[in-house]
């Protein structure tokens, strides 16, 4: 099943008081950055065809796969000079480059990469910010037996804020954490039909314009996911996770339960 990857927007809230050029998907979670660790999770669970949509940055991504080296996150002999790997990331793994533009919306993104999925029966997108330990499998399982044409993941809000009940004369009735109200926000991961791309107008978004109208047909369905799931939409987000990571609390790594295989140090044969 293909995994379209929405990869090329500015991230300015990324880069707010910096002068980091890197497209927010590059920015690093321990030694790879955010892009890798995505598309490790799904690869996991069997996805390894990409379809990255490219825009501001996209040199930066492409070079990281061009220059890609096994051995930063990966066991390995080195004998007589060569590397000879335990493991591999990426060696199975299809990965199309597609530039969509430098300042296109999700939607259209996603419009101009329908030639490369409107064949398949499902396939996947993803905002490529977000990390999650949620059952892809069987978000995807949903999908596939619902008369649906589109499954999106939500979580509960994320927000430390709280709502306040105003009753007469301006006294509060209660308060409450916005994460206890009955909302869900969207996840960013999506399992989608090619009938998508016929509620998806040009220049459109592909959750208010096509999500939308599916949910007005109900032809959208809903995975609530409570376990782990962290954007890093902010800096502030992207050190959380960092910091996570270093620390060893790396629930999102399901391809390595254990967070000890980047930790390891290669091996040299005598």
Not at 48 to 74: D, M, P, Q, R, W
Not at 188 to 200: I, K, N, S, T, W
Request: aromatic fraction near 10%.
């Amino acid at each position: 099943m293909k995994v379209v990857l929405f990869c090329g927007g500015h991230g300015m809230r990324m880069r707010v008081g910096t002068t980091d050029e890197l497209p927010k998907p590059m920015h690093p979670v321990g030694p790879r950055p955010l892009l890798w660790h995505v598309m490790r999770y799904y690869a996991h669970f069997g996805h390894t065809e990409f379809v990255l949509c490219l825009g501001y940055g996209a040199e930066h991504i492409k070079n990281f796969f061009l220059t890609y080296s096994e051995t930063a996150s990966n066991d390995f002999v080195l004998r007589g000079g060569r590397v000879q790997l335990r493991s591999s990331d990426i060696r199975d793994w299809t990965i199309e480059f597609v530039h969509t533009g430098l300042d296109s919306p999700i939607g259209e993104r996603l419009r101009r990469v329908r030639h490369l999925v409107e064949d398949e029966e499902l396939f996947l997108a993803n905002y490529a910010d977000v990390l999650t330990d949620a059952p892809l499998d069987r978000v995807v399982e949903r999908v596939r037996r619902g008369d649906v044409a589109a499954g999106m993941m939500v979580v509960p809000p994320q927000s430390s804020f709280h709502c306040v009940e105003l009753g007469e004369d301006s006294r509060v009735g209660a308060i409450t954490p916005v994460s206890r109200l009955p909302i869900w926000e969207n996840g960013g991961y999506f399992v989608l039909r090619p009938e998508v791309f016929d509620h998806l107008p040009p220049g459109g978004d592909l959750v208010e314009d096509a999500c939308g109208e599916l949910a007005k047909r109900g032809r959208l369905l809903a995975y609530p996911h409570r376990g782990f799931w962290a954007p890093a939409d902010t800096v502030k987000e992207r050190v959380a996770l960092d910091r996570a990571y270093a620390a060893g609390e790396r629930p999102w790594m399901l391809w390595d339960v254990d967070g000890a295989s980047e930790a390891r140090r290669p091996v040299a044969a005598p």
